[in-house]
């Protein structure tokens, strides 16, 4: 094999100043194999670069695709540590058992991440703003048009250096609840990270852009009356101190973030309620001003307040259309955890 072609380390600092959420991807990546007569086999770490695929690759056809997120951070001694790897590990499998793939082990999932940290450590940014976002992938490879699930499976792990994911120091995000489009139903896939799920919201997508909106708010497939999540991060309401998120009904994902958010709100001396909230009584709560602040939260947005909802009800401001204090202190709590700079008191620091 010839030598590695490696960027220099001036080409590297000038593509990581501005990193557009998913446009900057790092030099290498994790590459594992399944098949039914092997298990998991041939790991192996090889430059981040275009690949054949078949093109009757199953996971193309019908969508046997799951994925994760997750960051790793720059702690204050140089290392480095993914937060809650082993949860997102326990999740991917969770997806993948939903799609009828095999489950990839807690041990070669985290293995991966170390592999890859270790290969593109230069790329972990210093910088407070900044993290690497690692995507872990597993698709159905069989070349097969036959309508049953692979028998032969890839795993990928990308990284690429991000920001968050609407920009640092983005203002409130204004959100589109659409009524016309669902995105899960009971017994659906939800719950499980799986690709399709984010190809059926692209249309509810643009038309939130086309609304003058970031993001889309999906409410319940069944009465498309209660909130549920948004399109990649879920969310939470402020009552002043109280805090109210959907509960996990199955049809939303169980969002790491969201679960960390649950905890860190009580020891911050928050009270917290997981209970459905319809748009309607949401326009109330903020017509009344009982209704402070809204947050969303997730890997690639951290959290990030939503000052704005609109639908073809009509549109309502949260609070003053400012970030609120929860949300403030709920980063702060948030990151000083993902960062190293307070005790982990929870072991979601996982050292690469
Ligand atoms: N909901 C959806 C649809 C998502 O894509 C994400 C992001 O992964 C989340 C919620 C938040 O999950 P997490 O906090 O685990 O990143
Ligand atoms: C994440 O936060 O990891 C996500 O998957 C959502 C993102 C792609 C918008």
């Known amino acids: ?198 190809a059926g919201g692209f249309v509810a997508q643009v038309e939130a852009v086309e609304h003058g909106c970031r993001q889309v708010v999906w409410l319940d497939a069944a009465e498309h009356t209660w909130v549920e999540e948004m399109g990649g991060m879920n969310i939470f309401f402020g009552y002043g101190d109280h805090l109210v998120t959907p509960p996990l009904s199955g049809t939303l994902l169980p969002g790491i973030t969201r679960s960390s958010v649950l905890t860190l709100a009580t020891e911050l001396g928050m009270t917290v309620e997981e209970r459905m909230l319809s748009l309607a009584q949401w326009r109330a709560d903020c017509a009344s001003h009982a209704m402070t602040e809204a947050f969303a939260c997730g890997t690639a947005a951290v959290i990030t307040p939503v000052g704005h909802v609109a639908a073809e009800s009509g549109e309502f401001r949260i609070g003053d259309g400012r970030p609120g204090p929860a949300a403030a202190r709920l980063r702060t709590a948030l990151v000083g955890v993902q960062r190293g700079r307070v005790p982990d008191r929870h072991g979601w620091r996982h050292e690469l």
């Open 1 to 198: 094999m010839p030598a590695e072609k490696r960027i220099s380390d001036a080409e590297l600092a000038a593509r990581v100043v501005r990193p557009a959420f998913g446009e900057v991807l790092t030099e290498h990546m994790v590459s594992v194999q399944w098949s039914a007569e092997q298990g998991w086999h041939q790991a192996e770490i090889v430059p981040y670069a275009p690949m054949l695929i078949d093109p009757a690759m199953v996971g193309l056809h019908y969508g046997q695709v799951v994925f994760e997120g997750l960051k790793a951070y720059r702690q204050p001694d140089g290392s480095v540590a993914a937060f809650r790897a082993v949860d997102h590990a326990r999740r991917f499998q969770r997806s993948a058992t939903r799609l009828a793939m095999p489950e990839p082990p807690v041990e070669l999932f985290l293995d991966a991440l170390a592999e890859l940290v270790a290969a593109d450590r230069r790329w972990v940014p210093e910088d407070d703003t900044k993290s690497l976002y690692l995507r872990p992938i597993l698709y159905a490879t069989d070349p097969s048009l036959a309508l049953r699930p692979g028998t032969r499976y890839r795993l990928l792990v990308l990284a690429m250096v991000t920001e968050t994911f609407f920009g640092e120091g983005a203002p409130p995000v204004s959100v589109w609840a659409s009524t016309r489009y669902a995105r899960a139903a009971r017994g659906g896939t939800g719950e499980a990270k799986c690709a399709g799920n984010y």
